[in-house]
């Protein structure tokens, strides 16, 4: 599998990130643990959007979107990733009816969280 990301920044796990959460860092780090090449802040060649972590493994693409709360824009920008596997990472809030909605909609669309 070829990639062709532009603007992307290889990450380290001492790589600062955004203070939009610290999931980020936390992700990064656990990409890093298990032996993934990371990038963040990733726009892949023919798109506009841009994805805050990208990660490759073994030829297997994994995109991750990090935010400061659990959203069905997030949600749906997950969603629209065309990759192997697809995270959101946001922080610990407490359970409610509707997180608990987005988490089986996420879980019915393949998204990790």
């Known amino acids: ?3 062709i990301m532009a603007n992307a920044q290889k990450a380290s796990p001492r790589t600062p990130v955004r ?10 780090a656990w990409l890093h643990e298990w032996k993934w090449d990371v990038w963040q802040e990733v726009t892949f060649r023919g798109g506009s959007e841009r994805a805050d972590i990208a990660a490759v493994r073994h ?8 935010k400061s709360s659990l959203t069905f824009d997030v949600i749906a920008q997950a969603k629209d990733w065309a990759a192997h596997y697809r995270a959101v990472v946001v922080p610990y809030a407490r359970m409610s009816r509707g997180r608990s909605l987005a988490f089986h909609l996420c879980r019915d669309l393949g998204i990790g969280l």
């Open 59 to 66: 030829g297997l693409l994994m995109v991750v979107e990090a």
């Open 19 to 28: 203070p939009e959460t610290d999931g980020a860092a936390c992700m990064v």
């Open 1 to 3: 599998m070829t990639l």
